[in-house]
């Protein structure tokens, strides 16, 4: 069993930063890739970005050079450093591990106008 823990969401101006982690507890050696994915109000969950364990890495379109997702696996935890933030990434924010298929609680993140 894997636990995905988020933490680091909060409110923040429109162009503003957030550094959020995802700190992963139990089996965590059998995780290879893992990654973000959110959820804004009346909107599906969509991906945001992925990392596997030799540092290969996908963004989704939207994330457009202003997220930086990456990992520190002697600290089992993952993280996505948030730059230029506008108000349409409101979200939940929730790490995800593709490879037993956990998720976190999520984090929520607010940009306000």
């Known amino acids: 069993q894997v636990q995905l823990v988020e933490s680091g969401g909060g409110l923040v101006q429109a162009g503003g930063s957030l550094r959020l982690s995802c700190t992963a507890s139990?089996?965590?050696?059998?995780?290879?890739?893992i990654g973000w994915y959110r959820q804004g109000p009346g909107k599906q969950r969509e991906f945001v970005a992925r990392?596997?364990?030799?540092?290969?890495?996908g963004y989704a379109d939207f994330v457009k050079g202003r997220f930086t997702i990456s990992r520190d696996n002697a600290k089992n935890t993952l993280y996505l450093q948030m730059d230029n933030l506008q108000p349409e990434d409101t979200a939940a924010y929730y790490c995800?591990?593709?490879?037993?298929?956990?998720w976190g609680q999520g984090t929520q993140v607010t940009v306000s106008s």
């Open positions: 995800h591990d593709y490879t037993l298929g956990h």
């Open positions: 139990g089996s965590t050696f059998s995780i290879n890739v």
């Open positions: 990392i596997n364990t030799g540092g290969g890495i």
